[in-house]
């Protein structure tokens, strides 16, 4: 534990760096009406708080800059109650597809961070509603309604015109074998094929079929990202293979679920500051996650990444306002 007057001066480093991206100096705190020491009682608490690890010392300054674990311990012990951001999002009757995306633009926003958003998983999806429609006597449109919002469109063109009476029972058909059915459930191709089938229906079957093939193998785990032109322009990385690094790591979806998945069984919101992350694009970045979806169940997560020197207290405030947001709109669904 700190003295009060050593959590004092670590706070201030935290946000003098945060701020200007430049090592704080004993003159720089010395000036702060908030802080009542003098330049040399200053100098002597801060090589205090060198020597416990929660400042570093560049070689070519006379400032200190907060380690890992001098964050760590702000995060946890120094943050200062800021107010809820007003993010501003109306996710009422909007598909999932578009709540995902305005929650992680919008995050990003506020926060100028790399903001990411993941869909709720595939196992979590069944089907609510098929339709037929004959948008042409050749033109057969099958519409397909998810438990989550989800809408996927498909338009088959024969080459003649399709009964009417064979779309309506294909409809009802459809309906009867596959609502309430997960997308990756092993079972949901088996559904379709039905041996008491007349060889017309059979095949009329067999032609729709794609649809809930393609629909279960393009309904996988998505990201949502925004922002990487904000972290870029707002924070200047001192190395830029940090910046590459990461945007590797965000090409490699797998790899990029796996942090997130973190966050899901964490009750509070999920912070992981510099080498505290296991992946080693993330070692000098800092990751702020909050995780939504229903009561009793979590679905995805909300989070934002950036350098280690970000704002705190809005990230952790705006990723949990995200999440509380989105889990309204997922408990509405539902």
């Given amino acids: 534990m700190l003295t009060p007057r050593q959590a004092l001066l670590l706070g201030k480093v935290v946000a003098g760096f945060s701020q200007t991206g430049q090592p704080v100096g004993s003159k720089t705190l010395a000036a702060d009406p908030e802080v009542t020491a003098g330049p040399s009682t200053i100098r002597n608490e801060l090589a205090v708080l060198e020597d416990r690890g929660l400042l570093a010392h560049p070689h070519t300054s006379a400032g200190r800059v907060p380690t890992d674990a001098g964050y760590r311990y702000y995060v946890d012990r120094l943050l200062p109650a800021a107010p809820a951001p007003e993010l501003g999002l109306s996710l009422v009757r909007r598909e999932v597809d578009d709540a995902m995306r305005m929650t992680t633009e919008t995050l ?67 309906n009867e074998r596959l609502v309430g059915m997960g997308l990756g459930a092993r079972m949901l191709h088996s559904k379709l094929a039905d041996a008491s089938l007349d060889a017309t229906e059979r095949a009329f079957v067999a032609e729709l ?126």
């Fill in 108 to 174: 990003s926003q506020v926060t100028n961070l790399l903001a990411i958003v993941t869909a709720p998983p595939l196992a979590t999806t069944t089907i609510r509603h098929i339709e037929l429609m004959l948008l042409q006597p050749q033109v057969l449109m099958v519409v397909v309604i998810t438990s989550t919002g989800g809408v996927s469109k498909r338009v088959f063109t024969f080459d003649g015109p399709v009964d009417a009476g064979l779309a309506d029972w294909a409809g009802s058909y459809l």
């Fill in 209 to 334: 079929a794609p649809v809930f093939t393609e629909l279960a193998e393009t309904a996988e785990d998505t990201l949502y990202v925004d922002g990487a032109h904000r972290l870029v322009s707002e924070y200047r990385f001192q190395d830029v293979s940090q910046l590459n690094a990461l945007m590797e790591l965000l090409e490699r979806r797998v790899s990029m679920l796996g942090v997130l998945s973190a966050a899901l069984d964490t009750r509070n919101v999920y912070v992981r500051i510099g080498g505290e992350n296991r992946e080693p694009a993330l070692h000098s970045l800092a990751l702020v996650a909050g995780n939504y979806g229903l009561p009793q169940r979590n679905l995805g997560t909300v989070s934002v990444i950036g350098p280690t020197r970000m704002d705190y207290a809005r990230a952790i405030n705006s990723v949990r306002d995200a999440a509380h947001e989105l889990s309204r709109f997922i408990e509405e669904l539902y």
